[in-house]
């Protein structure tokens, strides 16, 4: 199982960024995906979900409007694209699939991707 983030960097405030998690060896299109960051000092927040077949999303206050969550099943992705970055966005952002199946509860992680947002 693997969940490979990209895209992220250094931008200034105001601007824009999409990171993507590509993911390999598990039924991805049977997983909910979701977007966590961590922040130093800070405990791992989530950030932004989305349900299999994308019927649903959720975003945390703190993103919403400026944030959006996306997946492509063809291509096992999820994708966050970010505008209007702030300050606080700065963080180590992480995808995550959960599924639960029969009573148990798959979880897996990417290894994340580092977002600073500073002039």
């Known amino acids: 199982v693997q969940l490979v983030e990209s895209g992220g960097g250094l931008v200034q405030p105001g601007g824009s960024l999409r990171l993507s998690c590509a993911a390999s060896g598990f039924t991805f299109r049977s997983y909910d995906m979701s977007w966590f960051r961590q922040a130093p000092g800070k405990e791992r927040e989530l950030v932004a979900a989305?349900?299999?077949?994308?019927?649903?999303?959720t975003y945390a206050d703190s993103v919403k409007g400026r944030f959006t969550i996306s997946r492509d099943n063809a291509k096992n992705t999820v994708y966050l694209q970010m505008n209007s970055l702030k300050p606080e966005d700065t963080a180590v952002y992480y995808c995550?699939?959960?599924?639960?199946?029969?009573?148990?509860?798959?979880?897996?992680w990417g290894q994340g991707t580092q977002v600073t947002v500073s002039s």
């Open positions: 995550k699939a959960n599924r639960r199946l029969a009573q148990v509860q798959y979880n897996y």
């Open positions: 989305v349900t299999t077949t994308s019927v649903s999303t």
